[in-house]
């Protein structure tokens, strides 16, 4: 399985994961060490999942 992340807010990513097979699998909050904090998505696809 291939994990791969997206922030939030980051449109072309997000669209390019789901056209591309990707399933949204978690949400969670990245803490950054400059006080900080971000959404993001994770996404995954299945081993051997070819890209169209």
Do not use: C, K, V, W
């Not at 791969?4 to 699998?25: H, K, L, Q, S, V």
Request: hydrophobic share 35%; charged share 30%.
């Amino acid at each position: 399985m291939l994990i791969r992340g997206a922030r939030a807010g980051d449109m072309p990513a997000i669209a390019f994961y789901e056209r591309n097979g990707g399933t949204r699998t978690d949400t969670r909050t990245a803490h950054f060490e400059q006080g900080f904090d971000l959404p993001e998505f994770e996404y995954s696809r299945p081993a051997g999942f070819r890209l169209r």
